[in-house]
């Protein structure tokens, strides 16, 4: 049975009260934070302001002669993909702004469980529902019941075998996937969560934003000043978000939307694919291809109502498996997000 | 000397705050060294931080937690390795200094990034946003992570209590070991 007061259990096993006030050994590490910084203040800002003026000389030079450093993801303006996602740029442009949506979904991942030597696949599937409503004030998410069905008919024999755990069930049973897998990626913690009201209009400005952002904040619990990262594979990366984004921020001013698709529009390494989604309607399938660490090679698949702006199925598939998901064949469906209603 | 006066006064605020997370979090000797490097980070880009810094110093801290924690996990890997066997799982310190058994074992099995955002707002009482500011994720997210993470914390506490001896072994990656990525929802 549920435990109502989880976090009152919680704040119960608080192992650690704080000091009423710093101590001896606190005054003691400030005096030596302090000392040591004040003879790097004196000296460094010499050291490093003719380097400084010396790049500026150097960018000057480079303008003057009309050189400019290769961009390192180039822009696409042209090709099937281009085209398909300005349009949905155009659609998504016309739109008006929506402050209330419900979005009923399905979700998908497959499991790979090892119990008592025995060793199957199954696919979790539950439903998700998105609701935003309160003038955008109000947002929640929702999870139905949370369902396995093993992969192949070997698997289903060891799920049996297995005593056909329900997920979350007990120590030995399948365990539902962690916080972030609402959406699966690839970069395991590389997530844009930046706030788009405040990124740059311009398609290309914009993709640079969500990459600098995610230098700075992506991955927080090894995120130390200094440290930035980029993803592996920027393009994909930005597929990737931008698809995230678009199923899910219907709230955004319809100018931002629209922004998402030219940023995705010019990305190359895009693809379009046949015109219909997992669920069989029509559609606009678009697709990127992404050389990952752990998870070697994925398609990232995004399928989009070809009338309204409207995003109706995302999916990875596996191209080739890695030491991740080495138990996959080529071919599988790997995650999905199928939304069924938009209203 | 402005920012060393500025800087003492943060300091002499926040020390008791950090120190308790960090305590909450490992071992006493270990706390006051993730204490002593957020704090020097702190002094370091002390021009930059934000008006409330407590996020910020909160997020530094688990960041040089998460740095320890990986590279006590190198240790003894290496040393397993030097005796010639596999390595044996190095339990999850994060949650060690629990004294209710049962809670411990469930705090372990969460994942990290949900056990840190119920942790965040139960024993650091950090609002929403400061929490949210703390974990470097917008508030939105921040609440999917809780709504998630008590879910699941309720569920492995309706079970029965897990065995001691599987508690001690579990380990719960530092980074969680699947593909994962979420918008805003």
Known sequence: MPDPNVLDRLRA????????????????????????????????????????????????????????????LPVIRTGDAHTALIAAAERAGDNEARTEYRVVAESSVVLHHANAGREYDVRLTYPV??????????RSLSFGTMKLTPLTAADAQAFQADGSPEVDSGPDAPA?????????????????????????????????????WVADHGEWWTHLPGLAQRPQDPAAWLFREGTKILSNDYDLEPARRAGIYQMMAGLPGVRTVSGTD?????????VITEKTGRYGTMEWQLYLNPKRDEVLAIQSVVKEPGSENFYLTAGTVYSSYVVKELS | MGDQDDFEELFQRHYPKVLAYASRRTEASRAHDVVAQTFTAAWLHFDRL?????????RTAANHLANENRSSRRQERLAARLRGRRSTPVPDPAVQVVEDDHLRAALRALDPVGREALLLISWEELDYADAAAAMGCSVATFRVRVH??????????AMDPIGQEAADLAVTPTIPAHPGGASDA
């Open chain 2, 148 to 157: 998630r993470a008590r879910r699941k914390l309720e569920q492995l506490l």
């Open chain 1, 13 to 72: 096993a608080n192992p650690y009260q704080e000091l009423p006030a710093p101590d001896l050994r606190a005054d003691a590490l400030l005096h030596r934070i302090v000392s040591s910084r004040r003879s790097e203040k004196r000296y460094r800002p010499k050291l490093w302001r003719p380097a400084v003026a010396g790049l500026m000389a150097v960018a000057l030079l480079l303008t003057v002669l009309h050189i400019s450093a290769p961009a390192e």
């Open chain 1, 278 to 286: 997992p669920a069989g309607r029509e559609a606009i399938g678009l």
């Open chain 1, 176 to 212: 539902s996937p962690g916080n972030e897998q609402i959406l699966p990626g690839f970069d395991e913690n590389l997530i844009f969560e930046g706030d788009l009201e405040q990124m740059p209009t311009d398609p290309v400005a914009l993709r640079e934003a969500m990459l600098d």
């Open chain 2, 50 to 58: 934000p008006p409330e810094p407590l996020p910020w110093l909160y």
């Open chain 1, 129 to 138: 529902t998105t609701q935003v409503d309160d003038g955008g004030n109000h």
